[in-house]
């Protein structure tokens, strides 16, 4: 669904656009009109299967959950069925592409039967939309804690790289977040209320726990998405459910969503509760990431969170999060290059761009990958963690969205080598067996250390490559950066060709016989081709120029020969 809703060149919903390569390499699944029958069967079926019984959609981790005391202790059914914010927040994405997908396939349909599984996927894909809004809404949380408390202590040595006094730290940093504590406090959608931010020496952290906290409340109003839980999950935040729910929220305001009115009226309230909550989040991790006039927090590797965990792979979740407020507030190249250096740091410390050593930890963050360890689960079984594997693709998808924002030239193409030096090393780890063939993942193929091999594909790191690519693809098909000097120097040969060319016109050349003046003509169409396109692509520009110079050159030549007989 993502490429077809994403990459126009690979759209479905319209059967008489379908390109024929597309069509080549789906034939197995029938033609133009089969295909996106069969996505619509496909998606009905999908959002039926996670449903219970009255209608109520499932977000459930399932086998995502692990035991972290015991391999041999499996995780109870009942926490296997706990919902998670993984899942809310990519049925954001599945279901805004299912809904835009029916809304522009429905015109080439005429049969009833075809509109009514449309009906059914709509209602479906809607319904479940709704509910993982929800659940966003009540997995929110703040986590305020004394300043001299140990996450205290931790958060405000993360922030002070100048090694100033400690009280004119936290002074500074409450002064900074002064504007996010406010909103925050305005909060009261899904939270049981919101703690005194305002007593000196308190702290704070927001975000997304990692499923539904337990002093979340009901949303009230959508009783018809189904039965709203008690909350279980630990009230606080966590770096990799607080990413995946920024990247799926930020759907619910992409242009497809508003240009085709994906959003019904409650769905849009719900979209407003988010997206402030979006902002405030963004805000804060940003300014804690770049605090100070030095060295930014972000830039000493690895992150440490309060709970005194620390790892490269925090380093860029905090990374993510920064690159895209950065992009909100169009800031200076300067700032995006750090960011983009932070991630040439991080693939190198992750060994994407370097070899591993013998017994190198650094293996770790692929396989068995980060563990993170969700707290509250344990009161229905045993101790359960979630493992974070997806290190690589997000460093590419990440690599990829900050070289879509820099308009530096140089500084673009580093990370655009960045990421195609990261692509080449997950286009190894692509499963060789024919289960799972070409897909994701097969960390053993450059990491000797890994003992076990996969036979089945990882759906889940499977689609963040997919993601990573789709953003490659966008990019790919925007406008190349523009040089001023190539600007300024393709106008002055542009300049020279046309005064050129008028020399020709009153030799007579265009009067000459039928080879001179098809030449001729030739010469006029490619200047009228530099003139539409010298303003965005200059490169392009000149190398038309320099074919038409030569030939100008040779007319010239020519006739001087001429003459000189």
């Given at each position: 669904m993502l490429p077809a809703t994403e990459i126009p060149r690979f759209r479905l919903d319209k059967p008489n656009e379908t390109e024929d390569a597309v069509l080549d390499v789906l034939k197995q699944f029938g033609d133009a009109l089969e295909v996106p029958r069969l996505l619509v069967r496909v998606t009905i079926d999908y959002l039926r299967r996670y449903s219970d019984d009255d209608g109520t959609p499932r977000f459930s981790g399932g086998t995502y959950f692990y035991n972290t005391d015991d391999q041999r202790l499996q995780p109870t059914e009942e926490q296997m069925d706990l919902d998670v914010v993984e899942s809310y927040a990519a049925s954001l994405t599945l279901c805004l592409a299912a809904l835009g997908f029916a809304r522009v396939f429905r015109p080439a349909l005429t049969r009833p039967e075809l509109r009514a599984d449309l009906d059914t996927l709509e209602n479906l894909a809607s319904r479940r939309l709704s509910a993982a809004m929800i659940g966003l809404l009540r997995s929110f949380t703040i986590n305020v804690f004394e300043a001299d408390s140990a996450d205290g202590r931790i958060l405000l040595h993360n922030i002070n790289q100048t090694k100033m006094p400690r009280r004119k730290a936290m002074d500074m940093l409450v002064n900074n977040l002064r504007d996010t504590a406010a909103g925050l406090r305005d909060l009261n959608i899904g939270l049981e209320r919101v703690a005194d931010l305002d007593t000196s020496g308190r702290l704070f952290e927001c975000g997304w726990s990692w499923g539904v906290t337990k002093n979340s409340t009901v949303v009230e109003g959508y009783e018809d998405v189904?039965?709203?839980?008690?909350?279980?999950?630990?009230?606080?935040?966590?770096?990799?459910?607080?990413?995946?729910?920024?990247?799926?929220?930020?759907?619910?305001?992409?242009?497809?969503?508003?240009?085709?009115?994906?959003?019904?009226?409650?769905?849009?309230?719900?979209?407003?509760?988010?997206?402030?909550?979006?902002?405030?989040?963004?805000?804060?991790?940003?300014?804690?990431?770049?605090?100070?006039?030095?060295?930014?927090?972000l830039e000493d590797i690895p992150w440490r969170t309060v709970d005194g965990e620390e790892?490269?792979?925090?380093?860029?979740?905090?990374?993510?999060?920064?690159?895209?407020?950065?992009?909100?507030?169009?800031?200076?190249?300067?700032?995006?290059?750090?960011?983009g250096a932070i991630l040439t740091e991080l693939a190198s410390r992750g060994r994407l761009t370097r070899r591993p050593t013998?017994?190198?930890?650094?293996?770790?963050?692929?396989?068995?990958?980060?563990?993170?360890?969700?707290?509250?689960?344990?009161?229905?079984?045993?101790?359960?963690?979630?493992?974070?594997?997806?290190?690589?693709?997000?460093?590419?998808?990440?690599?990829?969205?900050?070289?879509?924002?820099?308009?530096?030239?140089?500084?673009?193409?580093?990370?655009?080598?960045?990421?195609?030096?990261?692509?080449?090393?997950?286009?190894?780890?692509?499963?060789?067996?024919?289960?799972?063939?070409?897909?994701?993942?097969?960390?053993?193929?450059?990491?000797?250390?890994?003992?076990?091999?996969?036979?089945?594909?990882?759906?889940?790191h499977t689609v963040r490559v997919v993601e990573s690519l789709v953003l490659a693809a966008n990019m790919a098909d925007s406008h190349p950066l523009r040089s001023e000097e190539l600007a300024s120097l393709s106008r002055d040969m542009l300049a020279e060709a046309e005064h050129l060319f008028d020399q020709e016109l009153l030799a007579g050349s265009a009067e000459a016989g039928p080879s001179m003046r098809d030449k001729i003509e030739s010469i006029r169409q490619r200047l009228r081709r530099v003139e539409q396109?010298?303003?965005?692509?200059?490169g392009s520009a000149m190398a038309l120029l320099l074919s038409v110079l030569r030939e100008l050159d040779d007319l010239a030549a020519a006739r001087q020969d001429v003459l000189g007989e």
């Open positions: 189904g039965v709203q839980g008690e909350g279980y999950a630990d009230d606080k935040p966590y770096l990799y459910f607080t990413v995946v729910a920024l990247d799926g929220i930020a759907d619910l305001y992409s242009d497809r969503t508003r240009l085709l009115g994906l959003l019904d009226d409650e769905q849009s309230r719900l979209a407003t509760a988010l997206r402030l909550r979006w902002d405030l989040t963004q805000s804060y991790w940003t300014k804690i990431a770049s605090f100070g006039d030095g060295r930014w927090p790892s490269d792979f925090f380093s860029l979740l905090v990374t993510s999060i920064a690159a895209r407020d950065l992009a909100g507030r169009r800031d200076t190249d300067v700032d995006l290059s750090r960011l013998v017994g190198d930890s650094a293996v770790l963050l692929h396989y068995p990958g980060v563990g993170l360890h969700l707290e509250g689960a344990e009161i229905f079984g045993p101790p359960v963690s979630w493992n974070a594997t997806d290190f690589a693709p997000l460093l590419m998808k990440r690599a990829i969205y900050i070289a879509s924002l820099i308009n530096d030239i140089e500084r673009r193409g580093d990370l655009l080598d960045l990421a195609d030096d990261v692509w080449d090393h997950l286009t190894l780890r692509r499963i060789r067996e024919a289960g799972g063939r070409d897909l994701w993942d097969q960390p053993v193929e450059v990491f000797d250390s890994i003992q076990e091999t996969f036979t089945d594909p990882s759906w889940h396109i010298i303003s965005d692509r200059p």
